[in-house]
């Protein structure tokens, strides 16, 4: 079993300083050119580091945070070099349709995986590669389109039918620490997603009071000294992995409204997620360093009616005593890394949904890279070609029901 050695808003194997020492040999060779600091250009002080590839073959620039400068630079090295691995990706491909590859070898039910909506059939040919069950550790095949992130042209054959993003992609000091991670990611982006369509932003309020773990009343803090009013919510679903959402108001300067998300089995790292993702979608902005960022981010009118909104809903919630405690969350992490992937991958497979990994690592990186699959959950619904699923599609008409 592999311990965690590090758990300040997040549970690792490895400390950051030791990470940083052990990858570090791999920023050149990948074409990471630098790694910036991006905490000073706002005033919130939660570190954010942005790290540099410029001849990647989708984003050029990864972004980190944490609770510390170590962590954020981590997590952003980290996540670029996860990029590379996806889009480099040295996979065996099989090409067919899924009728005819179906015949002979075990498939991901591609029906509930997320398309773009251009009606892919069993008698369409694709490129598959090969991925394991979470569920019984046996061999069994997914799109290639749904694994990679190549973004250069043309286009591998067989693309144009499934939706082709990072959503799930993952690395780590170890393979049950990049799951947890890739997971989670599906979980709270599906749990992201389902919450919008419900549309219910009141009733999920957390009090942020109620928010006693030294680590995140401290991230807090730090929104509180910067004037920037923080609301939490819950937004855990049927799975049952918290998942917390973070909204940061900003009353005096751009931008106005800005949110950051949050999965993990302990309820603690769910919440430190969303604050610091919070504060990292703030310099994403402010900074100019991401290349996937269009003129509407920037011209969105300030929101000062909801802000008003949220302000009087956290008020009306602490008169009342309707806000929810933080402590009503579940705090399910275990004491080692694969106890909590196995408990992600119990909860999932509860609710009828088949947890994937397609293995992306490169023995001469030294690196555990992978990409999380789970059909039926639901990608970000703010992605190009994004179509409702069944989990979208029932908590719409629960919310036109109401």
Same mark, same amino acid.
């Given at each position: 079993?592999?311990?965690?050695?590090?758990?300040?808003?997040?549970?690792?194997?490895?400390?950051?300083?030791?990470?940083?020492?052990?990858?570090?040999?791999?920023?050149?060779?990948?074409?990471?050119?630098?790694?910036?600091?991006?905490?000073?250009?706002?005033?919130?002080?939660?570190?954010?580091?942005?790290?540099?590839?410029?001849?990647?073959?989708?984003?050029?620039?990864?972004?980190?945070?944490?609770?510390? =400068?170590?962590?954020?630079? !981590? $997590?952003? &090295?980290?996540?670029?070099?996860?990029?590379? /691995?996806?889009?480099?990706?040295? #996979?065996?491909?099989?090409?067919g349709a899924a009728d005819e590859l179906g015949a002979h070898r075990r498939l991901v039910d591609w029906r509930r995986l997320a398309t773009n909506g251009a009606g892919?059939?069993?008698?369409?040919?694709?490129?598959?590669?090969?991925?394991?069950?979470?569920?019984?550790?046996?061999?069994?095949?997914?799109?290639?389109?749904?694994?990679?992130?190549?973004?250069?042209?043309?286009?591998?054959?067989?693309?144009?039918?499934?939706?082709?993003?990072?959503?799930?992609?993952?690395?780590?000091?170890?393979?049950?620490?990049?799951?947890?991670?890739?997971?989670?990611?599906?979980?709270?982006?599906?749990?992201?997603?389902?919450?919008? =369509?419900?549309?219910?932003? !009141? $009733?999920? &309020?957390?009090?942020?009071?109620?928010?006693? /773990?030294?680590?995140?009343?401290? #991230?807090?803090?730090?929104?509180?000294?910067?004037?920037?009013?923080?609301?939490?919510?819950?937004?855990?679903?049927?799975?049952?992995?918290?998942?917390?959402?973070?909204?940061?108001?900003?009353?005096?300067?751009?931008?106005?409204?800005?949110?950051?998300?949050?999965?993990?089995?302990?309820?603690?790292?769910?919440?430190?997620?969303?604050?610091?993702?919070?504060?990292?979608?703030?310099?994403?902005?402010?900074?100019?360093?991401?290349?996937?960022?269009?003129?509407?981010?920037?011209?969105?009118?300030?929101?000062?009616?909801?802000?008003?909104?949220?302000?009087?809903?956290?008020?009306?919630?602490?008169?009342?005593?309707?806000?929810?405690?933080?402590?009503?969350?579940?705090?399910?992490?275990?004491?080692?890394?694969?106890?909590?992937?196995?408990?992600?991958?119990?909860?999932?497979?509860?609710?009828?949904?088949?947890?994937?990994?397609?293995?992306?690592?490169?023995?001469?990186?030294?690196?555990?890279?992978?990409?999380?699959?789970?059909?039926?959950?639901?990608?970000?619904?703010?992605?190009?070609?994004?179509?409702?699923?069944?989990?979208?599609?029932?908590?719409?008409?629960?919310?036109?029901?109401?």
């Open positions: 079993m592999t311990h965690k050695r590090f758990t300040a808003g997040t549970h690792r194997a490895s400390t950051p300083t030791e990470t940083l020492a052990r990858i570090a040999p791999l920023m050149a060779p990948l074409g990471i050119t630098r790694v910036a600091d991006l905490t000073g250009l706002d005033r919130i002080g939660i570190p954010v580091m942005a790290a540099y590839r410029p001849d990647a073959r989708s984003v050029v620039v990864s972004l980190g945070k944490g609770t510390t =400068a170590a962590a954020a630079r !981590a $997590s952003a &090295v980290m996540e670029s070099i996860e990029l590379w /691995h996806a889009e480099h990706s040295v #996979l065996e491909r099989h090409w892919f059939t069993a008698e369409t040919p694709t490129a598959w590669v090969d991925a394991t069950s979470m569920l019984d550790n046996e061999p069994i095949l997914v799109p290639f389109e749904s694994v990679h992130t190549d973004g250069t042209v043309p286009e591998p054959p067989g693309s144009g039918w499934f939706l082709c993003t990072s959503n799930g992609l993952a690395s780590g000091n170890h393979i049950a620490e990049a799951q947890i991670h890739g997971f989670c990611e599906l979980i709270e982006r599906d749990a992201v997603t389902l919450w919008r =369509a419900k549309n219910e932003p !009141a $009733s999920t &309020v957390i009090f942020p009071q109620t928010v006693t /773990h030294p680590g995140c009343r401290a #991230l807090i803090e730090h929104f509180e000294a910067a004037g920037i009013f923080v609301l939490l919510h819950d937004a855990t679903t049927d799975i049952g992995i918290p998942v917390v959402i973070c909204t940061a108001f900003d009353e005096l300067t751009e931008p106005a409204l800005q949110m950051g998300m949050g999965c993990h089995p302990s309820r603690d790292v769910a919440a430190s997620r969303a604050l610091t993702e919070a504060a990292q979608s703030r310099l994403t902005l402010i900074s100019g360093a991401r290349d996937d960022l269009f003129r509407e981010k920037y011209v969105s009118p300030r929101r000062t009616d909801l802000l008003r909104q949220f302000k009087a809903w956290a008020g009306d919630h602490q008169g009342r005593g309707h806000a929810l405690s933080f402590d009503r969350l579940p705090d399910l992490a275990t004491d080692s890394l694969e106890g909590d992937r196995d408990l992600v991958v119990a909860r999932l497979q509860a609710r009828g949904l088949h947890p994937c990994w397609v293995d992306l690592g490169q023995p001469e990186m030294g690196v555990a890279v992978g990409r999380a699959v789970v059909p039926g959950l639901e990608p970000p619904s703010e992605v190009a070609h994004y179509n409702p699923g069944a989990r979208a599609r029932a908590a719409l008409a629960q919310r036109c029901a109401e």
